[in-house]
């Protein structure tokens, strides 16, 4: 990304009506990340300005279908052509790292082939490297944008968790990682309802991966089927949430697309490759803010929140950013997901966080928010009549005792 193409993009980014998504996409895959991290900024944009671009979470363009073959002929495992039977070039879905097909190996088993489109890695690399020179000098030129949140460490962050997303050995690993967390906590915190794809290393490499066909509906096709019960978003938040919270190693990108439920009717996680960490002092604040909604305790939410401020702020400040806070969540006990969206109050708090009480949400805390935009989303699109924090109440209670949240 040239200077000049930056600074159109910010204007999209910036400006007061709504940016222009396909452009942003043909612009490449730095620019899609980035806006994605714009979207969960509501301490720098306007609310609706952000949820404009939480759609930049589920567009993306397809790779037309001989460029499909193409990368499969250069870049697969030297197996991979001679265990593969049938391969349907209709993609099944889209997403701004890659895509998936349908396949059949000779060996009978329904599988599903991820091919990451041709080029990305290059150009994602060399617009970081234009892009970090560029912020080096504004920096240079005014030292108060490092206060905005350190636009070069952003970078570096970007850089790092999209790399390991385009490596698919990624996906594998993370998968694995994620399997042995639920070994690991099967005494204490039992998630019998969750299970992984089986995966053909074999078969896979950097550029292509090979995986079991799960067979079973996304989240997303249950709900347009209306077939999504409330007992499955609530074990859901229980499996998702041990993770964020209880372990701070979890899915980053868990969207309706990305969790399938199974014949049998267990979770299925996939795209796995996207495997982020927040520390224990992010993910203990941000626990025990909800655990303090949950139970109507407002203050000792609020409270929460202070904790991820480098220091205390003044008393001055803690009443204005605790008066401002009431103002939000006035009546919240008693307003069903469909009268009062998680996602609006959270983008309200992080906005009052940072600007009254001197928070830091850092990179490592916008994974966690999302998920929680996620989740509040699947609840509005399927039981708005629920009051969301209220009911995830009994599972904290139990992060709190079986995850010793400590």
């Known amino acids: 990304m040239r200077a000049l193409t930056f600074l159109k993009f910010l204007r999209e980014i910036r400006k007061d009506g709504p940016a222009d998504l396909d452009w942003i996409q043909k612009q490449g895959l730095l620019a899609v990340k980035l806006t994605q991290i714009f979207a969960l900024r509501p301490d720098m944009l306007s609310i609706e300005k952000c949820r404009q671009l939480q759609k930049m979470y589920r567009n993306a363009s397809t790779i037309p279908n001989e460029d499909v073959q193409r990368i499969l002929d250069e870049r697969s495992p030297q197996s991979f052509r001679g265990s593969i039977s049938w391969f349907d070039e209709e993609p099944l879905a889209a997403a701004s790292v890659g895509q998936v097909h349908k396949a059949k190996l000779v060996t009978g088993e329904d599988v599903v082939v991820k091919v990451v489109k041709a080029d990305h890695k290059e150009k994602f690399q060399r617009d970081v490297k234009r892009m970090v020179r560029m912020m080096k000098i504004a920096i240079a030129l005014s030292p108060k944008l490092r206060k905005v949140g350190n636009p070069v460490a952003l970078l570096r962050h970007v850089e790092d968790y999209t790399t390991r997303e385009l490596d698919l050995r990624n996906e594998i690993k993370g998968g694995e990682d994620l399997m042995k967390i639920k070994v690991d906590l099967a005494d204490d915190f039992p998630m019998p309802k969750l299970r992984f794809p089986k995966y053909y290393p074999e078969l896979s490499n950097e550029h292509v991966l090979v995986s079991e066909f799960v067979k079973g509906k996304t989240l997303e096709e249950k709900i347009v089927d209306e077939d999504l019960s409330w007992d499955y978003l609530i074990e859901l938040f229980r499996i998702h949430g041990a993770y964020m919270f209880g372990v701070g190693t979890f899915h980053g990108d868990l969207h309706p697309g990305n969790c399938m439920i199974d014949d049998s009717g267990d979770f299925v996680f996939i795209d796995n490759g996207a495997i982020c960490d927040a520390p224990r002092n992010v993910s203990l604040p941000l626990f025990e803010f909800f655990e303090g909604l949950s139970k109507n305790e407002l203050d000792l939410a609020f409270e929460a929140l202070l904790g991820l401020a480098q ?8 009443s204005r950013f605790k008066s401002k806070m009431s ?22 708090t992080v906005r009052t966080a ?9 990179e490592e805390a916008f994974p966690i928010i999302r998920s929680l935009m996620y989740m509040d989303g699947l609840v509005i699109r399927t039981h708005p009549e629920v009051k969301l924090i209220a009911e995830m109440g009994p599972s904290l209670v139990e992060f709190r005792h079986g995850l010793k949240m400590e």
């Open 327 to 348: 103002e939000i969540y006035a009546g919240f006990g008693e307003k069903s997901v469909g009268e009062q969206s998680l996602t609006d109050l959270m983008m309200k």
């Open 354 to 362: 940072v600007e009254d009480a001197g928070a830091d949400f850092g």
């Open 311 to 318: 220091d205390r702020p003044s008393e001055e400040r803690v």
